[in-house]
């Protein structure tokens, strides 16, 4: 049994598929959030002979379902979330407890905020990533290149960092820019250093959707750098595939949504887009046009983030999905893998399952590899 089959990888897949054992695929394709570091979503990919639908949330009530639904049906998902009845999760109406960040930069920021009014923070996932993040920094700043950030990787120091985020093609990098120039690099290490050694000890708790994973709290907000204008404009598409480089902004989402127990704060520009500004925090905020947006985007160009999608593998060919195999129309389930929407799946490889056809996964892949290759280059 593979277990989070949408992020696994290739060498996985193909030790899996070229043996002659029953396999069971279990996970949920729209939560994919790997991707970039070449993981492969094995529940849109592979095609096999039965699949069950989980699809009641033990976590949450109705009304994150429905959020939930309103997000992944841009998918042409039918299959509906079902909340749980006997929990009344609500929706802008409680203070959050646990902040989910979009990016590191967010979290940095969020951090220095919550120090700033007083409070202990906990991160949850760790220091890691913040304190390499300062430390290339500072490599930037002696005038040395970054080694660890690839959001940094092509910039010769911070000067050059610095002048491409006055740019048109660099307002991605303002953030960055912002925060290091407010609090200095030697104060943010020493933030860093203060944050609360365990959960139960702290007064806020935060994370980045990308270390949510998994895990679940009572209240939860989704924070601002999720509503960046780039974002809203991925978001606003009528609908997705898998295959768009730009789909895991909106499966990061759904994953951060879905952490939530009792209450979530999600912000008002995210509702109207989905439809549902019933829940909005202004009630006047669907009359106004256009959503509003935070100007404050995540580090990486959108670019730099297709350029590190590597090529994905090729199955074998009776793990294809063949368009000509009838689909088969399925009932929800019982239970709950980890947001709500999970489907498992069982492969036995002696099966026949139709004339094999070649995986169409397009030639993008070669021109992000090029970029990527340009990009160290210089």
């Not at 365990?198 to 999720?226: N, P, R």
Request: charged share 20%; hydrophobic share 40%.
């Amino acid at each position: 049994m593979l277990d989070e089959a949408q992020d696994t990888n290739a060498a996985v897949i193909q030790a899996l598929t070229s043996q002659n054992v029953q396999t069971v695929y279990v996970g949920d394709k729209y939560q994919q959030i790997y991707g970039f570091r070449g993981a492969f979503n094995a529940m849109d990919k592979i095609h096999v002979p039965s699949e069950c639908a989980l699809t009641t949330s033990f976590r949450f009530g109705e009304s994150l379902a429905e959020v939930a639904n309103a997000l992944i049906g841009k998918f042409g998902e039918t299959r509906k979330i079902v909340g749980d009845k006997s929990k009344n999760t609500t929706i802008n109406t409680t203070a959050a407890l646990t902040k989910i960040y979009r990016t590191n930069m967010g979290l940095l920021s969020g951090l220095a905020d919550a120090l700033k009014s007083g409070k202990k923070p906990y991160l949850a996932g760790g220091i890691g990533d913040l304190s390499a993040l300062i430390y290339d920094v500072e490599l930037m700043q002696s005038g040395q290149p970054a080694i660890s950030n690839s959001d940094f990787f092509g910039f010769k120091n911070w000067h050059d960092l610095v002048a491409f985020s006055k740019t048109s093609e660099g307002f991605s990098y303002q953030t960055v820019v912002q925060i290091i120039e407010t609090y200095g690099a030697r104060v943010l290490k020493e933030m860093i250093n203060r944050v609360s050694a365990t959960a139960s000890e702290a007064d806020v708790i935060l994370t980045t959707a990308h270390k949510s994973k998994g895990k679940e709290w009572a209240h939860v907000e989704v924070c601002d750098d999720f509503a960046t204008s780039i974002r809203l404009s991925y978001l606003q598409q009528n609908s997705y595939s898998f295959s768009d480089p730009s789909v895991e902004e909106i499966t990061l989402l759904y994953v951060a949504l879905t952490r939530a127990e009792k209450s979530l704060v999600i912000p008002d520009s995210i509702l109207d887009i989905l439809k549902l500004s019933k829940y909005c925090r202004d009630p006047f905020s669907s009359l106004g046009g256009a959503p509003k947006t935070i100007d404050a985007p995540r580090i990486a160009s959108l670019a730099a983030s297709n350029a590190k999608l590597p090529e994905k593998p090729v199955l074998p060919s009776k793990f294809v999905r063949v368009s000509q195999v009838k689909q088969t129309t399925h009932s929800p389930g019982m239970a709950l893998n980890d947001s709500g929407s999970v489907s498992s799946s069982i492969s036995p490889s002696a099966m026949p399952l139709g004339s094999p056809q070649p995986l169409n996964l397009g030639v993008a892949n070669n021109e992000k590899l090029q970029m990527l290759v340009s990009k160290f280059k210089k």
